[in-house]
């Protein structure tokens, strides 16, 4: 009997396991839904349509576009700065063009020479010496053109001076211009001192045209013949000269007893290229920060 009974349970066990491999039974179905549930991957619901709020984000708001005004600003004041070179360049070589052509006679109408500057003329007269004026102080501009140390603060003889501008009687004409003379040291400034360069005779000279200065800043006003630039409606209303101031060349003779000429000083800065290297160098910075900002938004 005990033989028996253990037989009868090892059958019923078998007849379990048969029952639970038979496809299509409940147990088959249990357990391959639990497998096919333990192999499912996770779906992800996102989804990559971009929404309205995504899409206002990337927009760039109408601050953005008002920033890249400033790269655009400055590029465009660089380019500016490129024809303003190349003007500059022109004008000084049409500058030294003029300084080195032959000197030519004074004009009727001295009207003409306001479009002259920096052009030789040929004058004739005699110099009105009781009306002589003084400019300065001045440093010497020495005939290689080396300028020598000198200015307003300075005491030297050697470098410090004055610029003597005397009144010139034109021989064919009534008309009296303003001839700056050239430089002398401050033991020359008196006419006394160098009465050989005072004559009264009739001259003959070569000058070049310039212009009137306006009053520099924080320039003070003028001390009685002393002239700190030249103001030509002052030193025309004192000496009853045309508005016309000529700069006198350098002469070998005039310079051993008198002024010394040749005084003409051409002041034409070029700065251009530093200034367009700024403003392109501004706008491709501020061009960078404005892409990686507005555009892309990269925090600092």
């Known amino acids: 009997m005990l033989r028996l009974g253990t037989q009868m349970c090892r059958q019923v066990a078998l007849n379990k396991q ?3 491999c038979i496809p299509g039974s409940k147990n088959t179905q249990i357990l391959v839904t639990r497998k096919m549930t333990q192999q499912r991957t996770p779906v992800d619901w996102t989804t990559s349509i971009p929404t309205k ?14 920033l890249l005004l400033i790269p655009a600003t400055t590029f465009g004041l660089g380019c500016w700065q490129v024809k303003r070179k190349i003007w500059k360049e022109q004008l000084i070589k049409d500058l030294s063009k003029q300084l080195n052509t032959a000197p030519v006679d004074l004009p009727e109408d001295l009207s003409d020479l306001s ?5 030789m003329v040929k004058i004739r007269g005699r110099f009105l010496h009781d009306k002589e004026m003084r400019m300065g102080p001045r ?4 005939p290689d053109g080396v300028e020598t140390q000198g200015g307003l603060f300075s005491q030297r003889d050697s470098g410090n001076g004055y610029l003597i501008v005397t009144p010139f009687q034109l ?11 050239g430089w002398v ?3 020359q400034v008196e006419p006394e001192t160098r009465p050989l360069s005072q004559q009264q005779s009739e001259v003959e000279l070569t000058a070049v045209v310039r212009k009137g200065e306006a009053r520099p800043q924080f320039t003070p ?5 002393i002239y700190l630039y030249r103001d030509l409606p002052r030193m025309c209303a004192c000496s009853g000269a045309a508005p016309v101031f000529l700069d006198a060349i350098y002469d070998v003779q005039a310079a051993k007893n008198g002024p010394i000429g040749g005084q003409t000083r051409v002041t034409l800065r070029n700065d251009h290229l530093s200034y367009l290297v700024t403003w392109f160098s501004l706008s491709a910075a501020t061009s960078f920060l404005w892409y990686r900002q507005i555009v892309k938004r990269i925090p600092f």
């Open 18 to 20: 048969n029952v639970s």
């Open 53 to 66: 709020a995504a899409k206002d984000k990337e927009k760039i708001a109408p601050l953005g576009w008002f």
């Open 115 to 119: 479009l002259m500057e920096y052009r």
């Open 139 to 142: 440093s010497l501009i020495r």
């Open 171 to 181: 021989a064919d004409r009534d008309d009296i211009v303003l001839v700056n003379r």
């Open 185 to 187: 040291s401050r033991k």
């Open 221 to 225: 006003d003028h001390k009685g013949n």
